[in-house]
């Protein structure tokens, strides 16, 4: 049967959902018409219709399409494919599936290729290309997101495939597959195929719940759902609500959230919310970005439920990162930065702190400035009080 297989889209208009891309007016169509398209990289959740926007394009443009996925790519394979298309008339398209799988040293190799037009680049990932790839590889690309599908419309559109091919299938099974497939078109279809054959000729939920055990609670497949979840996280741990923020990094693993992301995000959440106040907050991030990274789900639901518990029990300050916000707004409103003479590079005028029992008066500015308010909270009071007796100031 292979309905994944059968009722893959062939036309941009087959395409389901993505309408800010392949609509009438989306922006892949406009480059088409005029026989264009630029180097791109599409990255949005599994399912949604990345490698299938891709062959799509390569035969619009009536081009060869070749298929490397990053978890197995070498890059003599690649020199070989191009290889073979150095005298034709027409660059084909390398279509790489994973790209966030692509070392850093395989992303350098590809740049020069991406540069000189050997072939249309098209990429898919289910992360993030601004954390997954290098600025170099990113400024070559055009970035495009892609959106989980709305329940409603699958749906529709497996309610639709079913009755072209005569598939009985109860409704509530229909809503299950839904549920279960988490906006995933191809999973969804598979499902159906699955769960056909072990029905006795109309689908029910019970024969549905005999291949998926348990649908994903994603609540809804908006693309907002994932901003506001992590957004909800992030405050609950920023207002100290251990319960909460450890309720809503449950959903956020059993929606699949890729526990390097969470990592990220919690790595920013300990330098810009607790700073100084606690500085081992930021060694405990980092330790728990580098252990998720190596050893992926169930496990690292662990040490991300212990950096959550750290982080929302530890004092919060933001002096940091409000600091930076106010020097860096100095500089673009036009502050002139004179070095001081005695501070310049192999300056005999300098005075060496270490000579001085760890701390001399001397200017380090021409005009005096205060960027840095502590808020005197944990760690950040003892820090202060450290400044004051060395400065004498008590």
Not at 49 to 78: Q, W, Y
Request: proline letters at 4%.
């Amino acid at each position: 049967m292979n309905l994944a297989q059968k009722y893959r889209p062939k036309k941009l208009e087959e395409v389901l959902a993505q309408e800010h891309l392949v609509g009438k007016s989306g922006v892949f169509r406009k480059f088409l018409q005029k026989n264009f398209f630029p180097h791109t990289l599409l990255f949005g959740p599994p399912g949604c219709g990345k490698t299938t926007i891709a062959r799509v394009i390569a035969k619009e443009l009536k081009k060869d399409f070749i298929e490397f996925n990053a978890t197995s790519i070498k890059i003599d394979e690649i020199r070989k494919a191009i290889k073979l298309y150095e005298k034709a008339l027409f660059k084909p398209v390398l279509f790489i599936d994973e790209v966030h799988r692509l070392s850093k040293n395989q992303q350098e190799v590809l740049l020069p290729f991406l540069e000189e037009g050997s072939f249309l680049f098209l990429g898919a990932s289910t992360q993030n290309p601004f954390y997954a790839l290098t600025a170099a590889f990113r400024s070559r690309v055009q970035l495009f997101e892609l959106f989980a599908i709305k329940q409603e419309t699958l749906q529709q559109h497996l309610a639709n495939i079913a009755q072209k091919e005569n598939i009985a299938i109860k409704n509530e099974a229909l809503e299950y597959i839904v549920q279960c497939s988490s906006g995933d078109v191809r999973a969804a279809l598979n499902l159906i195929e699955s769960s056909f054959y072990v029905s006795e000729g109309v689908i029910e939920k019970e024969d549905v719940e005999q291949i998926c055990k348990k649908a994903f609670v994603q609540g809804s497949s908006e693309s907002n759902e994932h901003y506001d979840v992590i957004s909800a996280f992030i405050k609950s741990i920023r207002g100290s609500d251990i319960d909460a923020a450890l309720i809503y990094l449950a959903k956020m693993i059993e929606n699949g959230e890729p526990p390097e992301f969470i990592a990220r995000r919690l790595a920013i959440l300990a330098s810009e919310d607790i700073g100084n106040a606690n500085p081992n907050a930021l060694n405990l991030a980092s330790s728990t970005l580098i252990i998720v990274k190596n050893i992926g789900y169930p496990e690292a639901r662990i040490p991300l439920a212990q950096l959550t518990i750290y982080l929302a029990s530890s004092p919060k300050s933001n002096s940091a990162y409000k600091a930076i916000n106010k020097a860096q707004k100095l500089i673009k409103d036009g502050l002139q930065v004179q070095v001081p003479s005695h501070l310049k590079n192999y300056s005999k005028a300098y005075l060496y702190p270490h000579d001085f029992g760890g701390y001399v008066e001397q200017k380090y500015l021409e005009k005096a400035l205060k960027v840095y308010e502590s808020s005197n909270i944990g760690f950040e009071k003892t820090l202060n009080d450290w400044l004051a007796k060395i400065k004498g100031e008590y």
